[in-house]
């Protein structure tokens, strides 16, 4: 096993969308993937949600991580953590980087599997309340990236 280099943790969080979102809810920590868009410009990672308990979790503690892998067999493998902070979006800006996140998303598939999905509930979860889905980010405070490959 070793680290990755910061171009090779780049290069495996913007070609891949789907990640494991890990928090506290409740005193108990919790995972569950999610569809993500990382903006390199910003340092994020962007995505949204419905309303439910893994948005009122982040609300009440901030501090997240999430991990990213690729795995071709046991003994190739790439995988990075992030640390880092919650923060809810709202109004013209909530809507840009919700945009930004649809967009990207559909590149990626489009170059990871040759489709071009046409509804953003093709590749991602849809909220299940009425009314504006919950944007957020992930602002990233640090991160690492270990690899394998024998």
């Not at 995972?31 to 979790?57: F, M, Q, R, W």
């Not at 109004?91 to 046409?118: R, S, T």
Request: with cysteine; aromatic share 14%; hydrophobic share 35%.
């Amino acid at each position: 096993m070793k680290g990755l280099e910061k171009y090779e943790i780049i290069y495996l969080l913007k070609n891949n969308y789907i990640g494991q979102l890990s928090f506290f809810w409740k005193n108990k920590p919790y995972v569950l993937p999610i569809t993500y868009y990382y903006s390199e410009a910003d340092n994020c990672v962007i995505s949204y949600s419905g309303e439910g308990h893994k948005i009122d979790a982040m609300r009440l503690n901030n501090a997240v991580s999430i991990g990213v892998t690729e795995v071709r067999s046991v003994n190739n493998w790439k995988s990075v953590l992030m640390h880092g902070e919650f923060e809810e979006l709202d109004g013209a800006f909530a809507k840009q980087q919700l945009h930004k996140f649809i967009n990207g998303v559909k590149k990626i598939i489009f170059f990871k599997e040759g489709i071009y999905p046409d509804l953003i509930s093709d590749f991602s979860s849809k909220t299940t309340t009425k009314g504006l889905p919950i944007v957020y980010r992930i602002k990233i405070r640090e991160i690492t990236g270990k690899s394998r490959n024998y």
